[in-house]
């Protein structure tokens, strides 16, 4: 049981690395954070960042490449 947790573990750690990596390089050309449909409010030294386009867009990239990995098993 302890050898497949930790090759879990090491493909999760793995798949975050390369999520990082290319979030920090695509985000040169694509800038997410900063679309049309993300709202931000600052008041009196207090802001507040809500980035709805962009949670609805990682959504549907996340939905359509778990779809295709469960399709391809």
């Given at each position: 049981?302890?050898?497949g947790f930790a090759r879990w573990l090491i493909v999760i750690g793995i798949v975050f690395i390369a999520v990082g990596l290319l979030w920090s390089a695509l985000g040169?050309?694509?800038p997410l954070g900063r679309l049309p449909g993300d709202f931000y409010w600052e008041k009196d030294g207090v802001?507040?960042?809500?980035?709805l386009a962009t949670s609805i867009l990682v959504s549907i990239v996340l939905s359509i490449v778990l779809t295709l990995l469960?399709?391809?098993r």
């Open positions: 049981m302890g050898t040169r050309f694509f802001s507040v960042y809500f980035p469960v399709r391809l």
